[in-house]
């Protein structure tokens, strides 16, 4: 996956419309957002169940178990459908998380689970729609998608905690911005809330803001 957007056009754009976040833009340097490659939005969406609530090394030990009980280590949705939940358990899945991947087994096959290359096609706003339909698939989850897989220029996953504490320390609050606020609050960053997304979780690093 590439870029849809030009960052450099972006960040001249961003640093003309918000003097603080310029500033915060030169201090954490270059841009440096590489869409992850996807398979499908299938295996992502699989691979965000697995990581819910888990930590990366807890999950990744999970996904692999999975990953194990399929030809070729390949999560295919008509085969999710016909595995036992037994053995979905004992490879260390919840049984929220069986069900959830069941669901989202069975929307891929019917279409509400979109292929890839008609996702590429899709408004955000519709790939929100269509993806939320799937249980234990959230906004955010989607959101993440649309960022750091499909590269989409104007995503602001104002839910997240990082966000949320990149701008609170970008414009000095005194605690954190309420998730309805932060979507009004950034409307000047508009086409390109994706790259400001991007530094705000910069931001939110203190250790680096620090130094």
Not at 3 to 14: G, H, K, R, T, V
Not at 99 to 125: I, N, W
Not at 144 to 157: K, N, Y
Request: aromatic share 8%.
């Amino acid at each position: 996956m590439s870029l849809a957007y030009d960052p450099n056009q972006a960040i001249a754009e961003l640093s003309k419309a918000d003097a603080k976040l310029g500033k915060a833009i030169r201090k954490v340097g270059e841009f440096q957002l590489n869409p992850q490659r996807m398979t499908s939005p299938f295996e992502a969406l699989a691979r965000s169940i697995v990581y819910q609530q888990l930590s990366g090394k807890a999950a990744g030990t999970i996904l692999g178990r999975v990953m194990e009980l399929f030809p070729g280590k390949r999560i295919k949705p008509e085969l999710m459908l016909e595995m036992s939940e037994e053995d979905l358990r004992g490879a260390g899945m919840s049984r929220n998380k069986v069900a959830a991947f069941r669901d989202l087994s069975e929307k891929t096959l019917d279409g509400t689970v979109p292929t890839l290359a008609r996702l590429k096609r899709m408004a955000d706003s519709d790939i929100i729609e269509r993806l939320i339909q799937v249980r234990g698939i959230g906004q955010w989850t989607v959101e993440m998608l649309l960022m750091f897989h499909l590269g989409r220029p104007d995503i602001m996953p104002a839910t997240d905690l990082g966000i949320r504490k990149g701008y609170m320390i970008l414009e000095g609050l005194s605690e954190l911005p309420k998730p309805a606020g932060l979507i009004s609050l950034t409307e000047h960053w508009r086409p390109w809330r994706s790259v400001a997304s991007w530094y705000l979780y910069r931001i939110a690093d203190q250790e680096f803001w620090a130094t």
